[in-house]
């Protein structure tokens, strides 16, 4: 799974991720002059073991320049941030599933059934508003459901390979 961002400063948010990303895909960063105004369609997910753990994956996170982020999410156990350029992403309270550094790529759809199914690979879990499945290796492929208006740009992008 190959995951490009656009990014300013594509040195700069490369050396964020590489903190926080691991081995188990591939993240690509190339230089984009055009500004992040919306929120991004596709987004990572970091996997924490212990609430200490998430706890230290959040102050790491924050200390590189990552900034805390609302985007309607409520009160939820896992925390939003944005990192440096803009990009939102999560860490996760501890969850047995998820036992990588990167438990998931999540991704907006209108119909994430059948954004799942599209993916040709087996649909693992799926519920009122989501969809998952588990390419191996890697992490989660996981579609939410939203309304929101298709993005003007997709500056984050996710590309994985064909299971056939």
Not at 61 to 73: N, P
Not at 82 to 109: H, K, M, T, W
Not at 133 to 155: A, C, K, Q, S, Y
Request: proline share 10%; charged share 25%; net charge negative.
């Amino acid at each position: 799974m190959e995951i490009t961002f656009e990014a300013a400063d594509p040195p700069a948010l490369a050396a964020f991720w590489s903190e926080f990303a691991g081995d188990e895909i591939e993240l690509t960063f190339v230089w984009s002059n055009a500004p992040k105004i919306e929120k991004n369609r596709v987004h990572i997910d970091l996997a924490s073991a212990s609430p200490e753990h998430q706890a230290d994956i959040v102050a790491r996170a924050l200390k590189l320049g990552a900034e805390h982020a609302d985007v309607g999410q409520a009160d939820v156990p896992w925390v939003v941030l944005r990192d440096p350029q803009g990009n939102e992403f999560c860490v996760l309270e501890p969850r047995p599933e998820y036992p990588g550094v990167i438990a998931a790529v999540v991704i907006d759809s209108r119909d994430p059934r059948a954004s799942a199914e599209a993916t040709g690979h087996p649909v693992v879990r799926s519920g009122d508003g989501f969809a998952s499945v588990r390419p191996e290796p890697g992490p989660w492929l996981e579609f939410v459901r939203t309304d929101d208006p298709e993005p003007i740009t997709n500056r984050v992008r996710v590309r994985w390979a064909d299971p056939a």
